[in-house]
């Protein structure tokens, strides 16, 4: 079974930190995802990467960064976290054949 | 931009009933996927649609794509209580990113 793992299931941050949220998928996967997700607008993009070291931006990137320095790690940045950044976000993981997508639990982020 | 658009938002329905969730998007692609959310859960992967006119099935639930027409439908027989969930559709467009569509809420009562 494709496991993909976040580094927490919720965190509570103030406003101004710096917030790490990490990705770990365990199927050698060359794409991964980050998405948000908030009430009545579904899921969106944030970044993407296809490779190491390779990122894309998503529909909605500002205020976030990346970093794939390993294969099956894919971090998403907030470098000066802020209210309207709290929200679940759910990473995902693909392999380069057409499939879907994996997800994992998901990150739950209040930002004070 | 592509746009992805289910209907309904939001169903109520009772216990054995056939209901039909609709998922059109804007732009062309073969590639079409259907996922479940249950409350505080993440998504899981219910339908990989991959050319025209596919259709999927898995217990009282089946997908189809129609790319011509650019929508696919998730059909929903004898419902009971366990399909309560929000379904997604997406579509990827290309580099393997998905569009989501804002999910419908299912709600199946007695």
């Known amino acids: ?112 | 931009e592509l746009k992805v658009e289910q209907n309904p938002l939001f169903l109520s329905m009772q216990e054995g009933k056939n209901y039909t969730i609709y998922c059109n998007y804007s732009t062309t692609s073969d590639r079409l996927y259907w996922y479940r959310q249950d409350p505080g859960k993440s998504l899981e992967s219910l339908f990989v649609l991959l050319s025209n006119g596919a259709v999927k099935q898995e217990g009282r639930l089946m997908a189809s794509l129609d790319t011509k027409a650019r929508l696919s439908t998730l059909h929903i027989t004898a419902a009971v209580h366990d399909l309560s969930a929000t379904y997604f559709c997406a579509v990827e467009v290309s580099g393997y990113a998905l569009n989501f569509g804002k999910g419908t809420s299912l709600l199946v009562t007695p």
């Open chain 1, 1 to 112: 079974d494709v496991k993909v793992t976040q580094s927490s299931r919720y965190l509570v941050k103030r406003t101004g930190e710096k917030v790490f949220l990490e990705c770990v998928q365990d199927m050698d996967h060359e794409n991964m995802f980050w998405y948000r997700q908030d009430p009545g607008l579904g899921l969106r993009l944030i970044y993407f990467s296809y490779d190491v070291k390779m990122k894309e931006k998503g529909d909605i990137p500002e205020g976030y960064s990346v970093s794939r320095e390993k294969k099956e790690r894919f971090s998403l940045i907030l470098e000066s976290a802020s209210t309207n950044q709290t929200s679940m976000y759910l990473c995902a993981s693909r392999g380069s054949m057409p499939d879907t997508q994996y997800f994992g639990p998901g990150t739950r982020l209040t930002v004070l």
